[in-house]
Each structure stands twice: as C-alpha cells, then as structure tokens.
C-alpha cells in the first residue's frame, strides 16, 4: 500500500477509484475567521464525513474491486449495510494476506469499527488471519508505530488468546508488553531528541493515524492519553511548517512529486481535515479514509487550529531532529538535525544543516512561496547534490546488499541512481540558513558517481533573469528570489516519470516537456555552492530595485580549497560559512550544542524534556509526557 500511494503521487495518478471529489476539485478552502468551538467542530466533521461518502460512493455491486477495506471501514463508520460488509469480509479473508503493516492497521480499524455490526463469522475470519499470515516489522519509524499500534490494540481487543492463536507465537499479554514497550520507547525518543522522520510529505499519515487509534480504542488509560498527546504533538508540528496548508521543507523524507508540487502530498489531507485551510489531494491521500473513520474521536485543539491559520506576523523557528536510524558503517546511531523554519505571510524558507540523514527521500532545503491555489503549482526553489551510493544504503536499510541500486527502480524510487535527480541529501553538502537567506556549499570528490549541483527553477517562476552579476533573478507569487551559483554552469529540462505496464515490479520511461517544463541549473564542479536570498514584493518599489539591493550586498567566496562565503543578507547580518566548519553571525559562532527540541514563539521543548509548550497568541497548551497531562491557559 505504502509503494503504491508513492509511486500514484509520482505517476499523477489517483489512489483507488476515480469519482468526483468537491473538496479536491473545488474552489480553494476558506478558514474560519470565527474561532467557536461548534463552528469549527461542525466544518471538521463534514470534512470527514466527505470522505467516507466518497469511498461509500466509490463500491460498484458489480464490481467486487471497488469493495475493499478502505470501502468496508466508511460503511461501517458510518453504520451502514453490515450484513454485506461482514459477507464481503469473510471473503476478503479467504485467500492470502500481504502487505505487511500496511495490512495491519486497516483492519485494526475494521475490527473496532465492527465489534458490535459484524457477523461472528467475519469476525473470526479477521481473527485467524492474525494466526496464520506473519505480517513482517519492517525496518523504518513509520513501520514500527504503524505494527505496535495495531498489535497493542488487537491485543487488548482479545486480552485472554493463548500464544498458538497468535502469528508470533506470542499470548496477548506478551504482545501486549512488547507492543507499549516499543510505543513508549519511540514517544520518549521523540519528545526528548526529535523526531526520525520528521516534517514527512506522506508518512505523518503512518503515525496520526495509529496515534488517533490508539487514543480511541485503548483500554489503559496511559496508552489512550499517550496516544492523543502525541497526535496534538504531530499536528502542532505539521501547523508550524505549513503555508497556507502545505507542508514545504525540509523534510526527512519526501518523494519526486511532492519535492515539486509541495501540496500533492498526503499531509495536505491532514492539512485540510484538521485546519480546513488547503485542498485534499486526490482520492484524500489515499490514507485519509483511514483517519476519517475515527475523526469524530478527536478534537483539534484550538491554538493548534490557530497557529495553523494565523501567518500575519514572520516568526523564525528552531528545532532538534534525528537521522533515521543506521544498521552499519557508524559508530554513530542517529544524527542530530538542526531544523530552521523562516515563516513569512508570502513564502517560507526551511533548511536543516546537510548530510546524510535519510539516503534516498530527504529534502534538505527549499523557498517555498504562497500561492492563491496549489494545485498543479511548483512554487519551490532549491538545489541538491545528486549523491548515489551503495555503501549509503547499506549504512540505513537492512536487505542483503548486493543489488540495492538496482532494485531501488523496480521498487517504486526510479530517481535515487540518476544525476539529474532532484531528491535526497549528500554527506558533501553542508547548509546555513539566516532568516530568508541559505548558503548550500559542496565539496564533492572528483570520484564521486555524479560530481555536480542540480538548481531546481520552476515552470511557474516568471521573470528568470541571468544577471552580469552572477546572480539570476526571478519572481514567484509576491516573493522575488534572487540565485547565485557559485561555480559555471549550463540548464537542462527537468526530465519527469512515466509508468510503463510491468508484470513485475515498475518501469519507467523519462518524459522530457521541453520549454513548458521545470528547468534544471546543472553545474558539474565538485567545489560549488548555492547561494538563495528571498524577499517580499512589497519590501521594493519594483524588480529592479529588488536587483540593485541584491547586487549591493557585499559578497565574497572562493572555492578552494573548500568552499567559501562571506556576505551581508538583506537583513543586514554578516555572515561568513566555510564546508566543514561552524557558520558565523555577526562574528559569533553558531553553537549547535545549544539548539533545543523546539524553540520559537509558538512550540517550545527543553532538549530531553518530555514537554512541549504550544502557544499562539493568548492561548497554550502544554504537552506533559512526564506527567501524562495535557494543561490549556490563556496567558493575561
């Protein structure tokens, strides 16, 4: 399931039946100005039941495909036709399961959803299944929230079933333990270090909607309040790294499609379901269904709602995050991330500070710009080192070596092993962000499989002007950016993807769109850099003036022997940033040491504190997984 919501979103394509969706098709999302409690519940409501008509909607009596587990949990939310339901489920479970832990937490749901509508006997058909078919662990954070959930509540469900009735060969209780073992070990993990897959475009599904589970159906008090304060915890993160509903970078991992189109994303579902400020992508993300069948279990908390919508005032965020986890080839576990978010009315800029933190769908850095409508829109600037390589996957993924690469294609990731890619980190980039100005340098080895640095330019960029300078100017939305590469450099079409029919595995055919295309800055020089300072249209009488501030800037840089700059931004700080060494502000050194898991006006977290603080404006909300309590004030 998981490949094929990624390589839909890559395709263009729709996740499951193509029926007519208001909510995606039509105008643009308006968020309440008037924040009563009814209203807003009212309209989160409505959003979640469009989504279960829709894949109520979407079964066809003729056509047995179309009733599925997606279609089965809406019936059953919504009460509806569970004689059919539980027939359909018993077949559903007469032949061979697969999907792993993707298999798992549908019918988690199903089965909660059912224990007063389904027939004994389709009850019992889910029941064997997690007798005969081993669903496997996987090896990443989203694989192990999404299995410990459903074996936790699968297990309170059936409390007393000795360890033969279960795939493992476990008793209830012992998965039991061992389910809210793990739980608890990954929320300590991730309210005192950070996150692992932080600010992901599609995987926040994979952990808010087991969390949502788990503060519906848990039986032990601890896990039930564990399980809401850690969904508050996600979508006050999601709330703080949104414009206007879409999540920009950086991000821990992401995919060839939303890279671009940073709204095409299943965290634009959750963006619209719990804060109604942006359009749901097709089919609701595919997962959406998935949280929509316990939605009217959960209330968002108002200042999250809030600081969701609200981007009157620019506000500047820093947070602590972790690498994902590396199995060989270090003797470091994780790595910190040092995350930087610049939020502004007109764009955002996002960064973290490079290398290597997840080897095939991070996103280190961008300038995201607002739009009036995101869709088809790749309002995004950025440039990547195109890194590829063998021993890097086998440092963080843990299948037998020696046909990684290669099997990457075939697995849904064609990009990973081309040099025009334009997702993923590289041990040789190193970024510092200053409000709205990043400095990206690269010191990449002549040895390397693919020794240059790709600039991403929109297809929606207008105004693209090389400049005498070394500076190319260009205007997206009310944002002016302006690009200076740091070595030569020549453009190419951004070549795109395309499905061919395959028995097995995925081909793929490169789809070049010529002039109407994005475009790619490519330049082949090991020693490099990138340079990108942003500003508001309404800061200067005209794009010119823009440019005469630019080119005013004092710059200096070299690129030997490592890369080199010293600047004054448009915010008039001093900066000077050398590969390899700690970046300097006015003379004084950034000390990473120092960072905290939040810090910011409106999310605050000690290092290893356990506590969050979620402010805006007058309201907070206080986040305690020492204590296990959640504490609303409004601030005199």
């Known amino acids: 399931m998981k490949r094929f919501l990624a390589l839909s979103l890559l395709c263009g394509l729709s996740v499951g039946p193509s029926f007519a969706q208001p909510a995606t098709t039509g105008p643009m999302p308006v968020p309440p100005t008037d924040f009563a409690t009814d209203a807003r519940r009212s309209a989160y409501l409505a959003r979640a039941n469009e989504v279960l008509q829709w894949y109520v909607d979407s079964v066809k009596p003729d056509n047995p495909a179309t009733f599925q587990s ?66 496997m662990r996987g090896d990443t954070e989203n694989h192990w929230a999404m299995y410990y959930a459903s074996l936790y509540l699968m297990s309170e469900l059936y409390p007393d079933d000795p360890a033969d009735s279960w795939f493992n060969g476990k008793s209830s209780a012992e998965n039991r333990a061992e389910a809210k073992a793990y739980l608890v070990h990954w929320m300590d993990l991730a309210t005192t270090i950070g996150q692992g897959e932080f600010n992901p475009t599609h995987y926040i599904g994979e952990y808010a909607i087991p969390m949502l589970y788990l503060a519906t159906w848990a039986k032990d008090p601890e896990m039930k309040i564990r399980g809401h304060m850690k969904l508050d915890w996600l979508l006050a993160d999601l709330a703080e790294n949104t414009l206007n509903g879409v999540l920009r970078g950086p991000n821990a991992r992401t995919d060839d499609t939303s890279v671009l189109q940073r709204w095409l994303a299943l965290s634009s579902y959750f963006s619209w379901q719990c804060f109604g400020n942006t359009p749901p992508p097709a089919s609701y993300g595919g997962f959406g269904v998935w949280f929509a069948v316990a939605a009217a279990n959960y209330e968002v908390p108002e200042v999250i709602f809030r600081l969701a919508n609200d981007r009157s005032e620019d506000f500047l965020q820093r947070d602590l995050k972790r690498s994902r986890r590396k199995w060989r080839y270090s003797d470091e576990l994780m790595t910190p991330v040092y995350k930087t978010n ?37 309002n995004t600037m950025f440039s990547v080192h195109p890194y590829a ?21 075939s697995q849904g990731k064609p990009s990973y092993d081309v040099p025009d890619k334009i997702l993923g980190c590289s041990p040789y980039e190193r970024v510092f962000q200053d409000l709205d100005t990043v400095i990206a340098l690269y010191d990449i080895p002549a040895d390397d499989r693919y020794p240059r640095v790709n600039g991403f330019f929109s297809k929606d960029l207008t105004d693209v002007t090389p400049d005498a300078s070394g500076w190319i100017f260009a205007r997206g939305g009310n944002t002016y950016l302006a690009y200076r590469p740091l070595a030569p450099y020549h453009w190419e079409h951004l070549l795109g993807y395309k499905q061919l029919p395959s028995k097995v595995g995925y081909k793929w055919e490169r789809i070049d769109r010529g002039e109407k295309g994005d475009k790619l800055l490519v330049s082949p020089h090991g020693k490099n850099g990138t340079i990108v300072q942003a500003a508001s249209v309404g800061e200067f009488k005209d794009f010119a003036a823009f440019q005469a501030a630019i080119r005013a800037l004092p710059l200096e840089f070299k690129l030997a022997p490592v890369p080199t700059v010293k600047m ?22 950034i000390d990473y040491a120092k960072w905290q898991l939040f810090e910011g006006p409106h999310l605050n977290a000690a290092k290893g ?24 004030r409004v601030t005199p």
Do not use: C
């Not at 960064?351 to 769908?361: A, E, F, N």
């Open 568 to 589: 004054r931004t448009l915010r008039g700080k001093e900066i000077a940033f050398t590969y390899g060494q700690a970046p300097k502000v006015d003379g004084k050194k």
């Open 70 to 135: 997606a279609q089965i949990a809406a019936k059953l939310a919504r009460r509806e036709d569970a004689a059919a339901v539980s027939a359909r489920i018993v077949e559903l479970m007469s032949v061979p399961q697969s999907q792993d832990m993707f298999w798992m937490f549908p019918w988690t749901a199903v089965s909660y959803l059912g224990r007063d509508q389904l027939t004994p006997a389709a009850k019992a058909a889910i029941r064997g299944q997690w007798k005969t078919y081993f669903p």
């Open 389 to 409: 390589s063998a021993q890097a996957m086998q440092m963080y993924f843990t299948e037998l070596p020696d046909h990684m690469l290669a099997l990457l294609s």
């Open 342 to 378: 610049y939020m502004r009315r007109d764009y955002a800029v996002g960064s973290y500070q490079g290398g290597m933190t997840d080897p095939i769908q991070a996103h280190v850095w961008d300038v995201t710009w607002a739009v009036p409508d995101p869709r088809g829109v790749h």
């Open 609 to 632: 504190s356990r506590k969050l603080t979620i402010t805006q404006g007058r309201l907070e909300r206080v986040l305690d997984f020492n204590t296990l309590t959640i504490t609303d």
